[in-house]
Protein backbone atom coordinates (compact mmCIF):
# COMPACT_ATOMS: atom_id res chain seq x y z
CA UNK A 1 0.00 0.00 0.00
CA UNK A 2 2.55 2.63 0.82
CA UNK A 3 4.54 1.58 -2.62
CA UNK A 4 1.24 2.49 -4.10
CA UNK A 5 0.72 5.74 -2.36
CA UNK A 6 4.82 6.62 -2.97
CA UNK A 7 4.43 5.52 -6.48
CA UNK A 8 1.23 8.10 -6.75
CA UNK A 9 2.43 10.89 -4.76
CA UNK A 10 6.23 10.84 -7.10
CA UNK A 11 4.46 10.19 -10.49
CA UNK A 12 5.84 6.75 -10.54
CA UNK A 13 2.78 5.09 -12.52
CA UNK A 14 2.15 1.95 -14.59
CA UNK A 15 1.81 3.54 -18.27
CA UNK A 16 -0.49 0.31 -18.41
CA UNK A 17 -3.32 2.07 -16.76
CA UNK A 18 -2.55 5.28 -17.44
CA UNK A 19 -4.13 5.45 -21.23
CA UNK A 20 -5.93 7.97 -22.54
CA UNK A 21 -7.23 4.83 -24.93
CA UNK A 22 -7.33 5.93 -29.06
CA UNK A 23 -6.13 9.02 -29.29
CA UNK A 24 -4.53 10.68 -33.02
CA UNK A 25 -2.53 13.66 -33.71
CA UNK A 26 -2.64 16.30 -36.04
CA UNK A 27 0.89 17.57 -35.80
CA UNK A 28 0.69 18.40 -32.07
CA UNK A 29 -2.92 18.81 -31.41
CA UNK A 30 -4.35 15.81 -29.95
CA UNK A 31 -7.92 14.17 -31.15
CA UNK A 32 -9.68 12.01 -29.50
CA UNK A 33 -12.29 9.31 -30.50
CA UNK A 34 -14.85 10.62 -28.37
CA UNK A 35 -14.88 14.25 -27.91
CA UNK A 36 -14.36 15.38 -24.32
CA UNK A 37 -12.34 18.28 -23.27
CA UNK A 38 -8.44 17.64 -22.21
CA UNK A 39 -8.77 18.29 -18.69
CA UNK A 40 -11.14 15.16 -18.25
CA UNK A 41 -8.70 12.85 -20.33
CA UNK A 42 -5.89 13.52 -18.11
CA UNK A 43 -7.63 13.87 -14.80
CA UNK A 44 -8.67 10.32 -15.93
CA UNK A 45 -5.70 8.69 -16.77
CA UNK A 46 -4.16 9.91 -13.52
CA UNK A 47 -6.57 8.60 -11.50
CA UNK A 48 -7.18 4.90 -12.88
CA UNK A 49 -4.42 4.28 -10.63
CA UNK A 50 -6.90 5.45 -7.66
CA UNK A 51 -9.87 3.68 -7.85
CA UNK A 52 -12.52 2.86 -4.64
CA UNK A 53 -11.66 -0.83 -4.95
CA UNK A 54 -8.02 0.09 -4.77
CA UNK A 55 -8.78 2.65 -1.58
CA UNK A 56 -10.56 -0.26 0.17
CA UNK A 57 -7.98 -2.45 -0.16
CA UNK A 58 -5.47 -0.26 0.74
CA UNK A 59 -7.79 0.28 4.01
CA UNK A 60 -7.32 -3.42 4.85
CA UNK A 61 -3.78 -3.87 4.22
CA UNK A 62 -3.98 -0.99 7.03
CA UNK A 63 -6.24 -2.69 9.14
CA UNK A 64 -4.61 -6.20 9.24
CA UNK A 65 -1.42 -4.48 10.08
CA UNK A 66 -2.70 -2.81 12.94
CA UNK A 67 -4.58 -5.54 14.16
CA UNK A 68 -1.20 -7.95 13.48
CA UNK A 69 0.54 -5.52 15.68
CA UNK A 70 -1.66 -5.24 18.44
CA UNK A 71 -1.40 -8.69 18.32
CA UNK A 72 1.96 -8.90 19.64
CA UNK A 73 1.42 -6.32 22.39
CA UNK A 74 1.22 -6.91 26.08
CA UNK A 75 -2.62 -7.06 27.39
CA UNK A 76 -1.51 -3.43 29.78
CA UNK A 77 -0.15 -1.93 26.87
CA UNK A 78 -2.67 -3.20 24.32
CA UNK A 79 -5.36 -1.70 26.51
CA UNK A 80 -3.26 1.43 26.57
CA UNK A 81 -2.87 1.83 22.70
CA UNK A 82 -6.87 1.27 22.05
CA UNK A 83 -7.25 4.44 24.37
CA UNK A 84 -5.23 6.61 22.66
CA UNK A 85 -6.32 5.61 19.23
CA UNK A 86 -9.76 6.01 19.86
CA UNK A 87 -9.34 9.72 21.93
CA UNK A 88 -9.37 12.87 20.32
CA UNK A 89 -7.07 14.92 21.71
CA UNK A 90 -3.84 13.86 22.42
CA UNK A 91 -0.85 15.51 24.12
CA UNK A 92 2.76 15.25 25.23
CA UNK A 93 3.60 15.26 28.80
CA UNK A 94 6.94 16.86 29.35
CA UNK A 95 7.25 16.11 32.25
CA UNK A 96 6.49 11.83 32.12
CA UNK A 97 7.91 12.34 28.45
CA UNK A 98 4.70 10.22 27.16
CA UNK A 99 1.50 10.77 25.21
CA UNK A 100 -1.57 11.85 27.13
CA UNK A 101 -4.95 12.28 26.82
CA UNK A 102 -5.58 15.73 27.22
CA UNK A 103 -9.52 16.12 27.58
CA UNK A 104 -11.56 13.51 29.27
CA UNK A 105 -14.84 12.15 27.01
CA UNK A 106 -17.34 13.56 29.39
CA UNK A 107 -16.57 17.08 28.71
CA UNK A 108 -18.57 19.77 28.91
CA UNK A 109 -18.45 23.64 28.11
CA UNK A 110 -20.68 26.35 29.01
CA UNK A 111 -21.01 30.16 29.64
CA UNK A 112 -22.98 31.98 32.56
CA UNK A 113 -24.14 35.02 32.63
CA UNK A 114 -25.15 36.73 35.77
CA UNK A 115 -26.36 40.11 34.57
CA UNK A 116 -29.56 41.41 35.03
CA UNK A 117 -31.80 40.61 32.01
CA UNK A 118 -33.94 43.17 31.00
Not at 25 to 42: C, G, H, M, R, V
Amino acid sequence: MMNGRNNMLHGNVDPELTTFHELYFENKTPLFIEYKDFAFFSYKASFLNATPEQALKDYQIVQDLTSHILLCLSDQVREDVFRLLFARHLGWDEGRQRVGILFPDHMSDAVFSYAASN
